[in-house]
């Protein structure tokens, strides 16, 4: 079965403080990473997809990388605004539809 | 505007009595998909489907049906909700599998 966990559940930083939020994933054959910003009321929002270890892509204040087993969203010096849900999530070779995510860290940026 | 519309965005209903929740895309997307969100969880899957008359079960399908009958439509069934079917629904299309996911604002549903 396909997990995705996502570390830690919420995240509190101080504007100007840079940290990283974790996805670590266990699948067979993994197709796609992606990574979502969802606001409160909102419908997730598409950041990035990483589709092999070693690939990492930028906006922004963000950066994420990917490795063979987990993948990592950096915020460097974040802002108030980057305020918001992160999700995480996989499709994988062997089902070509399905999508499974993760729970999700919540990141609040205190001004 | 590129988007995704659900309809409706809230709604309060009983026990038993049958409801769908529309999803629309205007973007000539393939792939659909609805996920529900409950509180301090991230998206499950309930159906997807890749193309026209092509649809497949997600990770919670029980309770629920889908059709697709037009490449732009993705309609959510609730034949007899129950309780723990309250929740919040979101639809996504993207342009084929693999691809990243448009999602709708979401639909509230309580079930009393």
């Known amino acids: 079965e396909d997990q995705v966990t996502q570390s830690p559940e919420a995240l509190r930083l101080q504007e100007g403080e840079s940290s990283s939020l974790n996805c670590s994933y266990t699948?067979?054959?993994?197709?796609?990473l992606f990574w979502y910003r969802q606001d409160p009321g909102k419908g997730p929002e598409f950041l990035f997809t990483l589709y092999s270890a070693g690939e990492e892509k930028e906006k922004e204040r963000l950066k994420a990388t990917l490795t063979k087993k987990e993948s990592f969203l950096h915020i460097t010096a974040p802002k108030p605004e980057d305020s918001a849900t992160y999700l995480c999530?996989?499709?994988?070779?062997?089902?070509?539809?399905?999508?499974?995510f993760g729970d999700g860290t919540t990141l609040t940026v205190k001004p | 505007e590129a988007q995704v519309t659900q309809n409706p965005r809230y709604l309060i209903t009983v026990t038993g009595k049958k409801l769908t929740v529309t999803c629309s895309q205007n973007m000539n997307h393939e792939y659909m998909s609805w996920y529900r969100q409950d509180p301090g969880l991230g998206l499950r899957q309930i159906y997807y489907?890749?193309?026209?008359?092509?649809?497949d079960k997600g990770d919670v399908p029980e309770g629920y049906k889908v059709s697709r009958k037009e490449k732009r439509n993705f309609p959510l069934i609730l034949e007899s909700p129950s309780p723990n079917q309250t929740s919040l629904y979101f639809c996504a299309s993207s342009p084929v599998v693999h691809q990243p996911q448009h999602f709708g604002d979401g639909t509230r549903l309580s079930i009393l």
């Open positions: 699948v067979s054959g993994l197709r796609g």
């Open positions: 489907s890749m193309n026209v008359e092509v649809t």
């Open positions: 999530a996989v499709q994988v070779n062997t089902n070509a539809g399905k999508s499974t």
